[in-house]
T-cell receptor, first 113, second 113 residues
């Protein structure tokens, strides 16, 4: 168990809908990262938050947004969903912003029909 | 921009043989290089990492080497076992003030009994 909690585990929704993915980082970790993994694809960096503030942004679509709350949990909001958004969404956390490993949650599998 | 190339994309070996996976990175300021193992449907798990002030690191049957001049690093698994079968990802962390990791495309390792 990595200590990173993601909910829900599975999500099935229709095109055009909006969903929210939730992540609680490991105790003591201030940084939260979101990654997208499509079928047979690698891990694409979406966005990072550190202690409540956005720290880095990857190839995140404008339809997607995220935030980190004062209790350090984070939410990833995906709107106007398309079939191509179907993927595994991983949250990871780390202590800070330096040369430390990321610890991944078990992911949320999103299926858009 | 930041980029990590990983080869090969698939690798099949006999049990007991060695396996080598290679990665190159583009950002010369990168200074931290972790390797993750991902079993089917599960989260990526850190198996070993190396920092830029070290050329080689070993942990039982796993070793990682780093050549900063050539900007490449490699994962070596000796005496492979069927349970080593998984997807392996290399990653690099730049020196920018974030903790994000840029991942390679992944290598699917199959160890045949």
């Amino acid at each position: 168990d990595s200590g990173v909690t993601q909910t829900p585990k599975h999500l099935i929704t229709a095109t055009g809908q909006r969903v929210t993915l939730r992540c609680s980082p490991r105790s003591g970790d201030l940084s939260v990262y979101w990654y997208q993994q499509s079928l047979d694809q690698g891990l694409q960096f979406l966005i990072q938050y550190y202690n409540g503030e956005e720290r880095a942004k990857g190839n995140i679509l404008e339809r997607f947004s995220a935030q980190q709350f004062p209790d350090l949990h984070s939410e990833l909001n995906l709107s106007s969903l398309e079939l191509g958004d179907s993927a595994l969404y991983f949250c990871a956390s780390s202590q800070g912003t330096g040369r430390t490993p990321l610890h991944f949650g078990n992911g949320t599998r999103l299926t858009v029909t | 921009g930041e980029n990590v190339e990983q080869h090969p994309s698939t690798l099949s070996v006999q049990e007991g043989d060695s396996a080598v996976i290679k990665c190159t990175y583009s950002d010369s300021a990168s200074n931290y290089f972790p390797w993750y193992k991902q079993e089917l449907g599960k989260r990526p798990q850190l198996i070993i990492d190396i920092r830029s002030n070290v050329g080689e690191k070993k942990d039982q049957r796993i070793a990682v080497t780093l050549n900063k001049t050539a900007k490449h690093f490699s994962l070596h698994i000796t005496e492979t076992q069927p349970e080593d079968s998984a997807v392996y990802f290399c990653a690099s962390h730049g020196s920018s003030n974030t903790g994000k990791l840029i991942f390679g495309q992944g290598t699917t390792l199959q160890v045949k009994p």
